[in-house]
């Protein structure tokens, strides 16, 4: 079945780097985007952006600019996540998606990375 | 960038109730890329509705979506234990994604 699998939690200090991976399996991996969202403790999902498995182009969100960077590895099929500069408010759990049945929507979602900022 | 705005922030009702969430955004939004989703403690969202009234796979006749321009509407028709959660609507436009902030669905 369609799965994607995240890679465990992490604990990072300010100004540390964390990089999130989401393996895909059950599908061709270059046939689907993937779209990276967080969530803050008790708070609301927010879109960070969008990476093309098929030639790596990406889309970031305007507030991440210049702090995180999308990458592929089409020969494992995995999707990664790097956010630079951690700050105690990027404490959240990270979620890779996609829109699997050709739909401008998310409906296959990894289970979420946690990541903690703290010193 | 488009804000998505839900009310109320948080609904009472029993099972059994029907349940009528919105969603306003602030710049008419592509009916084709709304989109509402399900989230409970501890778990991934769960697409319920895209294209502002389509169902996705597996989801239940019970739940059902409307609108277009700036106002949508997710409805429940009769609530079951299990709908008892966070509700989000989600839009596409000017090349980014963009979530409302949510609505928590309680039980009365």
């Known amino acids: 079945q369609v799965q994607l699998v995240q890679s465990g939690a992490e604990v990072k200090k300010p100004g540390a780097s964390v990089k999130v991976s989401c393996k895909a399996s059950?599908?061709?991996?270059?046939?689907?985007?993937i779209s990276w969202v967080r969530q803050a403790p008790g708070q609301g999902l927010e879109w960070m952006g969008w990476?093309?498995?098929?030639?790596?182009?990406?889309n970031y969100a305007q507030k991440l600019q210049g702090r995180v960077t999308m990458t592929t590895d089409t020969s494992t099929s995995t999707a990664y996540m790097e956010l630079r500069s951690l700050r105690s408010d990027d404490t959240a759990v990270y979620y890779c998606a996609i829109g699997y049945a050709a739909i401008p929507a998310f409906d296959i979602w990894g289970q979420g990375t946690m990541v903690t900022v703290s010193s | 960038e488009i804000v998505l705005t839900q009310s109320p922030g948080t609904l009472s009702l029993s099972p059994g109730e029907r349940a009528t969430l919105s969603c306003r955004a602030s710049q008419s939004v592509s009916s084709s890329y709304l989109a509402w989703y399900q989230q409970k403690p501890g778990q991934a969202p769960r697409l319920l509705i895209y294209?502002?009234?389509s169902r996705a796979t597996g989801i239940p006749d019970r739940f059902s979506g409307s609108g277009s321009g700036t106002d949508f509407t997710l409805t429940i028709s009769r609530l079951e234990p299990e709908d008892f959660a966070v509700y989000y609507c989600?839009?596409?436009?000017?090349?980014?994604?963009?979530f409302g902030q949510g609505t928590k669905v309680e039980i009365k």
């Open positions: 059950g599908y061709t991996f270059t046939s689907y985007g």
């Open positions: 990476i093309s498995a098929y030639n790596g182009n990406t």
């Open positions: 989600q839009q596409y436009g000017s090349s980014s994604w963009t």
């Open positions: 294209g502002a009234s």
